[in-house]
């Protein structure tokens, strides 16, 4: 499989001089088969850059949603390919509270974006699998959910195909105040061994306490996960909006110099990792 890397920043778009290494795009990620099966997870702006190149044909797209929040969202209006007739757009939303399966396409509307809904030319086609049976075969990979620790909700997804596994945890927070819906034992079992962990990094100690139960994890607990679930590689996303290239630059420095297995790094936009 391949893993590209489309949008990797947190919260809201960050352009600028001190971004341009790791990327101000928020929340997109292509995983193509060996085949050629595409499957998308999560729409903010980096998703308008690879609907450049997905207009180019007319196969069938397919999209998982992690959740509502604006930095996942807030591309798809800028999705090229949701213009084009004769297009079958697959959307896959998760659950929420309040749960809003159609809030992708809710923001298209006149009021947030000059179009309306009915103005889009390509088919949408919302789906609801029974996730109770899992895994849910979407274009030909198996996929697997479990809901992060985020407030109001939402799903990480696990991907499998040809006997390869990548998993998209993003806006979990691995050590929340409250109950979490999945616990750290439960994350431990469901990413063991998986060859790529796309996980949430977006915090480190200093922004604690404040941002404790803001549903984000700290860079330290993804190091500590990716060493007792044995996962050979972690790429750190949903980088915080305030975190320079530089501040970055820091934390992998800090990261390559530990004793640890797994290859651990921070996703970058149009980073591609071949697995």
Known sequence: MKVTFYGTRGSCPTPGESTL????????????????????????????????EMVKNHEDVHLLVSHNH???????????????ADRNIHIYPSETTPNKPRAIIEQINGSYFPLDEHELRASLHFHSPDWST?????NHFNVYRRTINHPNGGSAYLVEHDGK????????????PETPQTSYYEWKEFLLGVDLLIHDGQYIEQDMPLKHGWGHSLINEVVELSETSHIKQVAIYSHDP????????????????????????FAKEQQIITI
């Open 242 to 265: 305030d975190r320079t290239d530089d501040d970055i630059d820091h934390w992998q420095n800090k990261i390559d110099a530990m004793n640890i297995s797994s290859n651990i790094f």
């Open 134 to 138: 899992q895994p849910i075969k979407i």
């Open 70 to 84: 604006y930095d996942h969202i807030q591309g798809f209006p800028f999705f090229k390919p949701i213009y084009q």
């Open 165 to 176: 596994r990548v998993a998209y945890v993003t806006d979990n927070e691995l050590s929340p």
């Open 21 to 52: 290494k790791y990327g101000g795009n928020t929340a997109c990620v292509l995983i193509e088969s060996d085949g050629g099966d595409k499957l998308i997870i999560d729409a903010g702006t980096g998703i308008r850059v690879l609907g450049d």
